[in-house]
């Protein structure tokens, strides 16, 4: 098959958000969080777990821990136990202490507003740092999570597996207003119909747009 050019992808592109924008109205994040430091929190603890799972674990974490100085007021052990349903709970205690010991050095104990400053706290990366960006504080960002590089490559979109890669690859085909909305149409589309091992390819709205389709 010969190599798309970038303009062709960029307007298949385009039609496949419009298309996803009036399938799925209501997506938005997965995550439930009410300030910037608690969509870092939940951010950090949706490592290898699902959204539903965390919005559980954080019903009764958010309650209790009000501000970053609360997550390092308490013995590890006890933030352990707190988070341990969602998994890898040591290190993520241990990072969501040292992060929030961060946010009061150098930060006054609030959550930055740029990319170069939220990648220096400890266990966040670009994909938490776009995700807190974009949903925060509507600055524009691509969060690339797993049903983002799963479904960039059955578009063809990108050829990657590769995170970074991706994110700039896409941030490309698409205006930076888009990004935002890309990102939960995408992961919604993920969630309901181009489901990992079982895409319903009959059912979806993209299909003509999709050189994997089945
Ligand atoms: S046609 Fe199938 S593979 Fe392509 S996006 Fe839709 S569900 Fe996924």
């Known amino acids: 098959m010969a190599r798309e050019s970038l303009t062709n992808k960029q307007a298949r592109l385009a039609l496949i958000l419009d298309r996803l924008a009036a399938a799925y109205p209501d997506a938005k994040v997965g995550l439930d969080f009410t300030s910037p430091l608690e969509l870092l929190i939940a951010t950090i603890l949706s490592a290898q777990c699902t959204d539903e799972r965390v919005n ?22 006890e933030l352990e136990l707190d988070i341990k349903s969602t998994g890898f709970y040591r290190n993520k205690a241990k990072n969501i202490q040292a992060c929030c010991q961060q946010l009061i050095e150098r930060f006054g104990g609030n959550v930055p507003t740029t990319l170069d400053e939220l990648v220096t706290l400890a266990g966040v990366g670009r994909k938490t740092a776009n995700c807190v960006l974009s949903n925060c504080y509507n600055i524009p960002g691509i969060t690339v999570d797993t049903h983002v590089t799963r479904i960039s490559n059955l578009l063809k979109l990108v050829n990657s597996q590769d995170a970074v890669k991706i994110e700039f690859a896409l941030m490309k085909l698409m205006p930076e207003e888009r990004w935002n909305a890309f990102d939960h149409l995408i992961i919604t589309h993920g969630r309901r119909t ?17 050189p994997s389709a089945q």
């Open 194 to 210: 181009c489901i990992a091992r079982r895409p319903q390819c009959q059912t979806c709205v993209i299909r003509d747009c999709c």
């Open 56 to 77: 559980i674990v954080t019903k009764s974490l958010f309650a209790k821990y009000r501000t970053a100085a609360d997550y390092v007021d308490v013995p590890v052990e």
